[in-house]
């Protein structure tokens, strides 16, 4: 048996976005019944190198297929300045849950751009307008890329409008979708306004308030993956239907971790984890709802849901380098 090795491009290329987005649906669905296993994230700080591991292990059973692996990443800021390395760099081991055997090494970080994409647009389809047709993006990063993939699978997206600090950014972000959207750089405000917006930043201190957002407008925030950042201003989280991915991460890590650690928002604040409404047990959008709120961490078991989605597409059309790896 042989391992299947699968960089950058490949993944890229084996990723259709409507499968991935089901793959990911299902993988809440999973969660939300007790047929996955997700221990919590664990880091190893190296503060003499200003960065840190994460590893993030998972098991699901999505029914028809199950999936198992482990995403190891890191975070080290000076990496672009001093080693000319990226800031994150991400590996997945995807293994066969029956034999253990590791199936498939891949880049783990264009899998992870493409699977927080996917997690939008599966919390977009229950909590935006049905007839959405605008997006707004605040941070033009690698990130902003695979929302606007990924949601515009599920909505039919007609305008687009991003937000950034730099002009280079936003310039560049216009020029990759201008063929398919009509796309502009524009405030915050403006991209708030629009029928669903994704906040992909690394702030700690909100940058949307609640006077940017329209009245109906879906709110993916996608930034917060540290403790100590806070995209949305607080009145946003507490006066928006507010979901979740996952409790213990998102009020570690999420959106919602400083005005939780502060007391400022509660469990009674938060109105659903994604898992519930995917299943049935909780509402999406109803009449009543104005601001929602998609508070989003990024969980392992989208990791293993996406590397099944990759593999099964590699070996299918025969993409990838077959390495013996273990000599069994």
């Given at each position: 048996?042989?391992?299947?090795?699968?960089?950058?491009?490949?993944?890229?290329?084996?990723?259709?976005?409507?499968?991935?987005?089901?793959?990911?649906?299902?993988?809440?669905?999973?969660?939300?019944?007790?047929?996955?296993?997700?221990?919590?994230?664990?880091?190893?700080?190296?503060?003499?190198?200003?960065?840190?591991?994460?590893?993030?292990?998972?098991?699901?059973?999505?029914?028809?297929?199950?999936?198992?692996?482990?995403?190891?990443?890191?975070?080290?800021?000076?990496?672009?300045?001093?080693?000319?390395?990226?800031?994150?760099?991400?590996?997945?081991?995807?293994?066969?849950?029956?034999?253990?055997?590791?199936?498939?090494?891949?880049?783990?970080?264009?899998?992870?751009?493409?699977?927080?994409?996917?997690?939008?647009?599966?919390?977009?389809?229950?909590?935006?307008?049905?007839?959405?047709?605008?997006?707004?993006?605040?941070?033009?990063?690698?990130?902003?890329?695979?929302?606007?993939?990924?949601?515009?699978?599920?909505?039919?997206?007609?305008?687009?409008?991003?937000?950034?600090?730099?002009?280079?950014?936003?310039?560049?972000?216009?020029?990759?979708?201008?063929?398919?959207?009509?796309?502009?750089?524009?405030?915050?405000?403006?991209?708030?306004?629009?029928?669903?917006?994704?906040?992909?930043?690394?702030?700690?201190?909100?940058?949307?308030?609640?006077?940017?957002?329209?009245?109906?407008?879906?709110?993916?925030?996608?930034?917060?993956?540290?403790?100590?950042?806070?995209?949305?201003?607080?009145?946003?989280?507490?006066?928006?239907?507010?979901?979740?991915?996952?409790?213990?991460?998102?009020?570690?890590?999420?959106?919602?971790?400083?005005?939780?650690?502060?007391?400022?928002?509660?469990?009674?604040?938060?109105?659903?984890?994604?898992?519930?409404?995917?299943?049935?047990?909780?509402?999406?959008?109803?009449?009543?709802?104005?601001?929602?709120?998609?508070?989003?961490?990024?969980?392992?078991?989208?990791?293993?849901?996406?590397?099944?989605?990759?593999?099964?597409?590699?070996?299918?059309?025969?993409?990838?380098?077959?390495f013996d790896l273990l000599g069994v």
């Amino acid at each position: 048996m042989e391992t299947l090795l699968l960089n950058k491009d490949d993944v890229d290329e084996n990723t259709p976005m409507a499968d991935l987005i089901s793959a990911i649906e299902d993988a809440f669905a999973a969660y939300e019944t007790g047929d996955a296993q997700m221990p919590a994230k664990s880091y190893v700080d190296l503060p003499q190198y200003n960065g840190d591991f994460r590893s993030m292990p998972a098991y699901m059973d999505a029914g028809d297929w199950d999936a198992a692996g482990i995403k190891w990443v890191n975070v080290h800021p000076d990496n672009p300045a001093d080693h000319d390395l990226p800031t994150v760099m991400g590996t997945m081991v995807y293994s066969d849950p029956e034999t253990a055997f590791p199936l498939a090494l891949m880049d783990g970080t264009e899998l992870t751009m493409k699977r927080t994409g996917a997690a939008a647009a599966v919390a977009t389809d229950h909590l935006a307008v049905a007839d959405a047709s605008s997006f707004g993006v605040v941070g033009a990063g690698v990130q902003a890329y695979t929302q606007l993939e990924a949601i515009s699978k599920i909505r039919d997206i007609e305008e687009v409008v991003v937000s950034d600090v730099s002009d280079d950014a936003v310039q560049q972000y216009v020029d990759h979708f201008s063929d398919r959207f009509d796309v502009r750089g524009g405030s915050i405000s403006e991209a708030g306004h629009c029928d669903i917006l994704s906040t992909v930043t690394p702030v700690e201190d909100p940058i949307v308030t609640a006077e940017d957002v329209g009245d109906h407008t879906h709110i993916n925030a996608m930034g917060a993956d540290a403790e100590g950042k806070h995209e949305l201003a607080d009145d946003i989280l507490l006066a928006g239907t507010l979901v979740i991915d996952d409790h213990a991460q998102t009020t570690h890590s999420g959106g919602i971790n400083v005005p939780y650690h502060e007391d400022t928002l509660a469990d009674d604040d938060i109105d659903a984890e994604i898992g519930e409404i995917v299943v049935g047990n909780a509402d999406g959008r109803t009449d009543s709802d104005g601001v929602t709120v998609f508070d989003s961490t990024g969980l392992a078991i989208q990791d293993v849901a996406a590397a099944h989605v990759v593999y099964e597409h590699a070996s299918e059309h025969d993409n990838g380098y077959e390495f013996d790896l273990l000599g069994v």
